[in-house]
């Protein structure tokens, strides 16, 4: 199995831009996590997902952040407009049976100037 | 409320010696845990997880850790520490639904 994968890697913009981060949970997994990772804050969760259904989306800093899941193999985090605050390493992760470990994506590193 | 402890955010050792990381978890019900580390530029990697049966656990790389009910423990251990340990580790719980709660990472430093 390739595992979770997540693009792009790295992200560079400018504050106002749209950023979108993709991921592709392991097959056959049913819960989807977004993550954010900052030096200040540790690792956050942002929302999580179960059989592409949005459960909890109650780390989702600002409205500027939203989350889709249109299917079992797919996934987007969306910041609009992205500010320089947002700045951090976002991991995705997805999980099979529930309370089961998390399996890590390698992240996407976004830098907001 | 439930949460995850790690004591020490930073802790040094040298090669050789042995690593003790510390977590302790708060709920009246006792978690599924994990051990987690997290490489440099790199996504978190299972390192064990306990769920139910032998409360010692053995996982990747020499690691293993001990879940201790009374005292709502599950401290990290290897007994000879090598330059490649070097990393941040992370504790986590899930307390019975699908999220885990990190704890907040020790970042471990060996010591040639």
């Known amino acids: 199995d390739a595992g979770v994968i997540q693009s792009p890697r790295h992200e560079v913009t400018e504050m106002g831009q749209e950023v979108t981060l993709r991921c592709k949970p392991i097959?056959?997994?049913?819960?989807l996590f977004w993550y954010r990772q900052t030096m200040m804050r540790g690792l956050e969760l942002l929302i999580y997902?179960?059989?592409?259904?949005?459960?909890?989306d109650s780390g989702m800093p600002e409205d500027r952040f939203s989350a889709k899941m249109p299917n079992a193999s797919f996934s987007t985090l969306k910041i609009q407009p992205s500010e320089p605050r947002d700045s951090a390493v976002y991991f995705c992760?997805?999980?099979?049976?529930?309370?089961?470990?998390?399996?890590f994506g390698p992240g996407t590193r976004l830098t907001v100037l | 409320a439930q949460s995850v402890t790690q004591l020490g955010s930073h802790v040094s050792v040298s090669e050789g010696a042995l690593v003790l990381l510390r977590c302790n978890y708060s709920?009246?019900?006792?978690?599924?845990l994990f051990w987690y580390v997290q490489y440099p530029n790199q996504g978190l990697q299972l390192l064990l997880k306990?769920?139910?049966?032998?409360?010692l656990v053995k996982g990747i790389n020499g690691f293993e850790a001990e879940f201790k009910k009374s005292e709502t423990s599950f401290h990290l251990t290897k007994p000879s520490a090598h330059m490649s340990d070097a990393a941040e580790y992370f504790c986590?719980?899930?307390?019975?639904?699908?999220?885990?709660?990190f704890g907040t990472g020790t970042r471990l430093t060996i010591i040639p």
């Open positions: 992760a997805s999980g099979r049976i529930r309370g089961d470990e998390q399996f």
């Open positions: 097959s056959g997994h049913n819960s």
């Open positions: 997902f179960n059989n592409n259904v949005p459960i909890d």
């Open positions: 709920s009246s019900v006792p978690p599924y």
């Open positions: 306990y769920t139910t049966g032998a409360t």
């Open positions: 986590a719980a899930n307390f019975g639904n699908e999220k885990l709660t």
